[in-house]
C-alpha cells in the first residue's frame, strides 16, 4: 500500500506510512513515506502555497517553476515565463512587407520545432521541477518579470526574497 501526504494538524506535514505517522519538519528524512520526490513535492507545494508574486509579475499558472536545496534549510526557485515564444498552433499567418500571408507548412515546423527546444530548456508554464542545483536552471539577462527569483527558507517558512530578475 502506497504512503499517503497530507497537512495535519497546525500546519504540519505527515506520511501516513503502514508503521504509523511520521511529522516532517523543515526537510528532513521521512520513514514509511515514498521518498525524496514525495518530500521535495511536498516542500513545492508548500513553497506555492505561501509565495507572494511582485506585483508586477504574472499568475503562479504562467510560470514554469523550477526549485533546488541550496543549503541544509534553504531552497532557492526560478519562475520563467515564454511569452516571447511563438506557439505556432495560434498563428495562422505572417505578415511580409505591407501584406499578410498564411504560414507555411515548413514555417509551421521550424516553429513547433522552436517552441519543443524552448519548453526544453525552460520547462512549461504550469509545471514545477526540482533540479540538481543551480547549474540546471533556465537563466536569463534582466527579463523583469519574466522570471522572478525565490529563497525559501525551510526551517523559518518565510521567504528571504521573491523578486522579479534584476531586482535583487
Avoid at 528532513?28 to 505561501?50: T, V, W
Avoid at 504560414?103 to 520545432?113: G, N, R, S
Amino acid at each position: 500500500m502506497a504512503s499517503k501526504l497530507r497537512d495535519g494538524r497546525h500546519g504540519a506535514l505527515v506520511c501516513d506510512g503502514m508503521r504509523g505517522v511520521v511529522f516532517l519538519l523543515a526537510f528532513p528524512i521521512l520513514s514509511g513515506c515514498d521518498g525524496p520526490a514525495a518530500q521535495r513535492q511536498l516542500l513545492m507545494e508548500e513553497i506555492e502555497r505561501s509565495v507572494r508574486l511582485p506585483r508586477e509579475a504574472y499568475p503562479l499558472r504562467d510560470y514554469a517553476r523550477h526549485y533546488t536545496l541550496i543549503g541544509p534549510t534553504k531552497v532557492t526557485a526560478v519562475y520563467v515565463t515564454q511569452h516571447a515564444t511563438v506557439d505556432p498552433d495560434r498563428i495562422a499567418g505572417m505578415i511580409v512587407g505591407d501584406s499578410w500571408r498564411p504560414l507555411t507548412p515548413q514555417e509551421i515546423v521550424t516553429m513547433k520545432a522552436e517552441k519543443a527546444a524552448a519548453e526544453a530548456r525552460w520547462g512549461t508554464a504550469g509545471k514545477r521541477y526540482w533540479r540538481d542545483g543551480t547549474d540546471d536552471f533556465p537563466v536569463m539577462d534582466d527579463g523583469g518579470c519574466e522570471q522572478v527569483n525565490i529563497l525559501y527558507d525551510t526551517a523559518a517558512k518565510r521567504f528571504d526574497y521573491a523578486m522579479c530578475n534584476g531586482g535583487l
